[in-house]
Nanobody, 126 residues
Framework: RVQLVESGGGSVQAGGSLRLSCAASGSINCMGY????????GSWVAKIYFGGDIKYYA?????RFTISQGNAKNALSLQMNSLKPEDTAVYYC??????????????????????WGQGTQVTVSS
């Protein structure tokens, strides 16, 4: 079910930019984006552990995407620059209240994040 308020997404040409936003309530210590395209394995895009501002980026997006805490508490922003067609996917915001820095590593899987957004479509054309 939808537990986070998620916004952003859209359609852009390759090389363009989009910004995704997500807002949670309650005690949240770690948030991130998980993306999935039809017929492909889902994967983490980026995550942030608020305590210490620890960040994770997938190799495929490092240097192009920036994840950060939003202006409000328990808010998340993902700035996506230099978008590529392979970035096309549904992007799901996720959050956990667990106070563990290890949430911001790739192996800390989606099952450990109990709060999710509805997903937003990002489409990048050639």
């Amino acid at each position: 079910r939808v537990q986070l308020v998620e916004s952003g997404g859209g359609s852009v040409q390759a090389g363009g930019s989009l910004r995704l936003s997500c807002a949670a309530s309650g005690s949240i210590n770690c948030m991130g984006y998980f993306r999935q395209a039809p017929g492909k394995e889902g994967s983490w895009v980026a995550k942030i552990y608020f305590g210490g501002d620890i960040k994770y980026y997938a190799d495929s997006v490092r240097g192009r995407f920036t994840i950060s805490q939003g202006n409000a508490k328990n808010a998340l922003s993902l700035q996506m620059n230099s978008l590529k067609p392979e970035d096309t996917a549904v992007y799901y915001c996720a959050a956990t209240g667990g106070p563990y820095v290890r949430c911001a590593v790739d192996s800390y899987g989606p099952s450990r994040f109990g709060t999710w957004g509805q997903g937003t479509q990002v489409t990048v054309s050639s």
